[in-house]
């Protein structure tokens, strides 16, 4: 079937269909069916009897047919394992070196081999360092200005929250007393123009109070 999706759904069909009638012979005629199926997406569907195992089957085929299906795969499965031990060995010794460890069987060659790779790995290590201090500084650099900005702002809100709202009104230097600025009576007593917020206004005009102060 060339079209793929006719393929796939003929190949569902017809599984269903073997399924079925392997699951009648085990039933009916008390058999035992394994079947192993692999479609062309690589899915892989199975049947096999309530009363065994896919891993029974197998070896009573063995046992009848009077072969082995596992020594091929457990040779391959023990030459992977050499393969594998081979690598860890090597990369325990590798390790044992970098470490300064078990130099002793290392001829010239191979020392100046570590001691070249040695220094690329400490490279890599303080080429990373240096990255990660620069950005940590970074950031701290931004929290820094940060704080600062909003150190300014308090700082001026709280002197405009701290200005004296009963400060002296600067008549252009001199004392304040003067009787011709600000209308002294006499010596004993001086008029002092003084400056309310305007919460305290009681009317319209200007936001000047003045007090007599006497002795």
């Known amino acids: 079937i060339e079209n ?7 190949y569902s069909k017809r599984r269903k269909g073997l399924f079925k009638k392997a699951h009648e012979l085990t039933v009916l005629c008390d058999a035992k069916v394994s079947l ?28 009848t047919m009077g072969v082995d299906l596992w020594s091929s795969h457990y ?15 090597s990369l325990r010794r590798e390790i ?11 001829n010239l060659e191979e020392l100046y081999h570590l001691e070249q790779n040695v220094e ?3 490279k890599v290590i303080r080429d990373r360092k240096y990255h990660v201090i620069g950005k940590k500084t970074d950031i701290l650099k931004k929290k820094k200005k940060r704080a600062e900005s909003i150190h300014k702002v308090l700082l001026h809100e709280l002197v405009a929250r701290d200005e004296d709202p009963y400060g002296l009104v600067d008549n252009g230097g001199g004392d304040y007393c ?18 309310l917020q305007p919460n305290f206004h009681m009317g319209e005009g200007s ?9």
């Open 4 to 10: 793929e999706t006719n393929r796939q759904v003929t």
């Open 36 to 63: 192993i199926m692999i479609s062309s997406n690589k899915k892989l569907r199975d049947y096999v009897s309530p009363s065994t195992t896919t891993k029974q089957i197998f070896d009573q085929y063995q046992h």
């Open 75 to 89: 040779e391959r499965m023990q030459e992977e394992l050499k393969k594998l031990n081979d690598v860890n060995r």
């Open 96 to 106: 044992r070196h970098r470490r300064g460890e078990s130099l002793i069987d290392l």
């Open 120 to 122: 690329s790995a400490v």
């Open 178 to 195: 003067d009787p011709d600025i600000i209308g002294c009576s006499n010596t004993d007593s001086c008029m002092f123009a003084l400056r």
């Open 207 to 215: 936001d000047l109070t003045t007090y007599t102060l006497l002795e």
